[in-house]
């Protein structure tokens, strides 16, 4: 006659047989003007038994350009060997992130991933796509992630600027009259010293010019 065996915590079984899908989630803005530098940040969701993170990023290289790729705040904690490669194609279009750390991590709190900062580099709207997304446990296991939906940024032109001479002249007319300008005003003009000078001889007195 066997005997079962008792029942295994559900805290205990291997995390790639739970089931749950380990969220990644993206933060960015929705607008942007040509020329703005800007980040986007990669998260991933709370599961303690995650040690690896990888996936590609990827939209419009003719809208957005990928600059660099820096390390989150998933792979801090002590007694953690954290290692971080963030590799940009050549034309800016994608990054490919990888985040990976040695031992066991404590807790089941998520965090940030990688920090990509871009630049928008010409007027128009692009869809942020992550794709070959990757998740792992301790033993190099996969365990099930879901990627949020892809994001749409829209890039929009920059205000034309304006020239030099132009807000040359809007400036000069905006400062307050110097000593000069208020004797220039003061001063008659011809038309008002011959004006003068007529009531002048009416009058009998000599105009001072």
């Keep these: 006659m066997s005997i079962a065996a008792p029942p295994v915590p559900l805290s205990v079984l291997p995390v ?7 969220p990644i989630t993206v933060a960015a803005p929705q607008k942007l003007q040509v020329g703005e530098m800007n980040e986007l940040v990669v ?3 709370a599961n303690a038994g995650v040690n690896e993170v990888s996936f590609t990023m990827q939209f419009d290289a003719d809208v957005l350009q990928v600059r660099a790729g ?12 954290a290692r971080f490669a963030a590799e940009v194609s050549e034309t800016g279009d994608r990054v490919q992130i990888r985040s990976a750390v040695s031992g066991q991590r404590i807790g089941v709190a998520g965090g940030s991933v990688a920090i990509v900062r871009f630049q928008a580099v010409g007027p128009g709207t692009t869809s942020i796509v992550i794709t070959d997304v990757v998740v792992k446990d301790l033993a ?16 929009d032109s920059a205000p034309p600027r304006q020239p030099e001479a132009w ?11 110097t000593e000069n300008h208020r004797r220039r005003r003061l001063r008659p003009n011809a038309i008002q010293r011959r ?12 105009f001072r010019r």
């Design 140 to 155: 190099g296991r996969s365990i099930a992630s879901a990627a949020s939906a892809s994001l749409q940024m829209t890039v």
């Design 70 to 81: 820096t390390e989150g705040s998933w792979a801090e904690g002590a007694g953690l060997d």
């Design 43 to 45: 998260a991933v969701g």
């Design 195 to 206: 004006q003068l000078a007529l009531c002048a001889f009416a009058t009998g007195r000599r």
């Design 167 to 177: 807000r040359q002249r809007r400036a000069a007319a905006v400062e307050p009259p």
């Design 16 to 22: 790639a047989t739970t089931g749950f899908a380990v």
